[in-house]
């Protein structure tokens, strides 16, 4: 039978996806090295080694990149995996409301972006925003969201959050949902009260649940373009510039050599921020 | 997976179990959902209602940005306006983007199903391998002007067939995961049944195989539609041009345009929402546990 099933399971079946996975995908990413090496107009270029990538780590118009990439990945993922935790438990409860409440968290994940990023900017604005007129009802005299240069990056980190929470809390509630009830009852029996369930039932049993939160919600701050795009445009000045934005700032103003170079910045930092972490991550969960 | 979401699961204790008086456990029941409510209509509600009740006003009303009761109703004449905005964009970018959707979500069915089939059953020493592109695809992010080099080299740059080759191309990894996961539970035993009765290899994965995948098939099919319907920078990017545009391309367009007519502007969002939320309505469970599908073991 190993023959005939080295026979029928033929690798053929790879080629198609296999094709369109390196000529779309992987293709670019090996063109990538090279060109970033490159003065580079698209039908001819000129290699000029390691230029770019000095421009960009000098210049702090666009070095300033990585540290709001660093602090709008931390942000974003931190305030998912601790809401996401808190709202798992509350709606892995028996309420009755829970269905409601899950379907209102969960809708946003389905917007778009860019819908969203419209909405919220309009919400955000500094006079007429409800949102600041509410606080003002409160008597808080409200900040400008995207204005001010110390908080728009957060603003902007909290509208991400808004939307991306749903995903994080229904991956906790399905880690939650598969703990066994006799953890439970082992604790009730030993005397233990909610905050123990919490402690040391729900954190280390849906360990799984949360490094996949991280993972996805990490990576996926990183590499973070719409919301910003849409919301500030990088600005005010450079202060809410991601790597991301500035790889379509210098494309869009035809540096395609210095735009390939932050590609391949942006690549090597989620490299070497992802993998080492899903590694770290899995062998946490075999510990257990 | 589905099973744990639908309902017939095990609920944890932190918040029933408050307090071991009967009305006391019931009074504090009332009060948690009432402030589980509240918090979630002030904070998800208001957005929601925000946009809504700002596209059925006039350009004066809805320059305000309030959330008041608009004093007559226009959502009728907002939606002819940015239905006939720049000699009705809007009309040929959902034809466009439904293209890109429905043939992504096709080539992606048939390919990520082979691969996947394929990945599961045979396990060689380039296995690893393969495993690590995956992951790659997964983590990495696309090299943006290398891609539109490409794209021009084999004269794709602009055009439906290109986009959709990239869109399948990054999406692929992740269903290529869902269908190899899935593939455990069909077992080989009907393989070898097939192969005995003389079923050749693929006749055996497209009328063996390829049905029995029918419940990953319809999680690619929403994910898919979700996340091509909803993607901005790929066709920013690759589909450029005022011919191409997508649904997300003309909402990003008409920022700039509506930037003193708020209610057209809250009319597009509003238009660009409706099909996520049918997708919503029929596949609520559905998306939820395809999106957690293969994430918790």
């Known amino acids: 039978m190993n023959k005939l099933a080295n026979k029928t399971y033929t690798y053929y079946f790879l080629l198609p996806a296999g094709i369109v996975y390196f000529v779309f995908f992987l293709l670019p990413t090996i063109m990538s090295l090279f060109f970033s090496m490159t003065w580079w107009t698209l039908t001819d270029w000129e290699f000029i080694g390691l230029e770019n990538f000095k421009t960009f780590l000098s210049e702090p118009s666009l070095n300033i990149g990585f540290k709001n990439t660093l602090i709008y990945a931390v942000v974003t993922s931190g305030l998912k995996v601790i809401l996401g935790l808190l709202l798992g438990v509350y709606l892995s409860s028996k309420l009755k409301t829970v269905g409601f409440i899950r379907s209102m968290i969960f809708f946003p994940t389905l917007l778009s972006t860019i819908a969203v990023g419209i909405a919220f900017t309009m919400m955000m604005h500094p006079s007429q925003g409800i949102i600041n007129i509410v606080l003002s009802g409160l008597g808080i005299v409200g900040p400008d969201w995207l204005g001010d240069t110390d908080i728009a990056l957060l603003s902007v980190a909290l509208v991400d959050v808004w939307k991306g929470v749903g995903m994080a809390t229904v991956i906790f509630i399905a880690g939650i949902m598969s703990i066994p009830q006799d953890y439970y009852e082992a604790l009730k029996i030993d005397g233990g009260n909610a905050w123990h369930n919490f402690k040391s039932i729900i954190i280390p049993l849906s360990r799984p649940a949360m490094n996949t939160v991280i993972i996805l919600s990490f990576i996926g701050g990183l590499r973070s373009f719409d919301l910003i795009w849409t919301m500030t445009k990088g600005g005010p000045g450079f202060s809410t510039d991601l790597i991301a934005s500035i790889i379509y700032k210098q494309y869009q103003a035809g540096f395609f050599g210095l735009s390939t170079a932050g590609n391949v910045i942006l690549f090597i930092l989620v490299s070497a921020l992802a993998f080492p972490l899903y590694s770290y991550l899995n062998k946490k969960e075999v510990d257990l | ?297």
């Open chain 2, 1 to 297: 997976m589905s099973k744990v979401i639908l309902g017939d699961y095990k609920a944890n204790p932190i918040i029933d179990k408050k307090s071991k008086t009967k009305t006391g456990k019931k009074l504090w029941n009332i009060f948690i959902e009432c402030f589980g409510v509240l918090a979630t209509l002030a904070i998800f509600g208001i957005p929601f209602y925000f946009v809504v009740i700002n596209a059925f006003k006039n350009t004066q009303e809805s320059s305000l940005l309030n959330m008041k009761w608009p004093s007559s109703f226009h959502l009728m004449e907002n939606i002819q306006e940015v239905i006939t905005a720049r000699d009705g964009m809007i009309i040929r970018a959902f034809f466009n983007s439904a293209m890109i959707t429905g043939l992504s979500i096709i080539l992606l069915i048939i390919l990520g199903a082979a691969a996947g089939y394929v990945l599961q059953r045979k396990v060689t020493k380039v296995t690893p391998f393969f495993n690590f592109l995956l992951l790659a695809g997964l983590i990495i992010p696309p090299a943006v002007v290398p891609t539109i080099w490409v794209l021009q080299e084999i004269g794709l740059f602009k055009t439906l067939p290109g986009i959709v080759l990239i869109e399948v191309a990054l999406n692929l990894p992740f269903t290529i995961i869902l269908y190899r996961g899935f593939m455990v539970t069909i077992p080989r035993s009907l393989d070898e049944a097939a192969l005995i009765d003389g079923c050749g290899r693929f006749r055996l994965f497209f009328n063996i195989i390829l049905p029995l995948l029918k419940p990953v098939s319809a999680t690619v099919i929403v994910l898919t539609a979700v996340s091509v319907y909803n993607d901005f920078v790929n066709p920013l990017y690759f589909f450029p041009g005022a011919e191409n545009a997508t649904l997300q391309l003309t909402l990003y367009n008409f920022m700039s345009m509506y930037i003193t007519k708020w209610n057209l502007l809250f009319t597009n969002v509003l238009l660009i929402s409706i099909p996520p939320l049918i997708l919503f309505i029929i596949f609520n469970k559905k998306i939820v546990a395809g999106m957690t599908a293969g994430s918790v073991k």
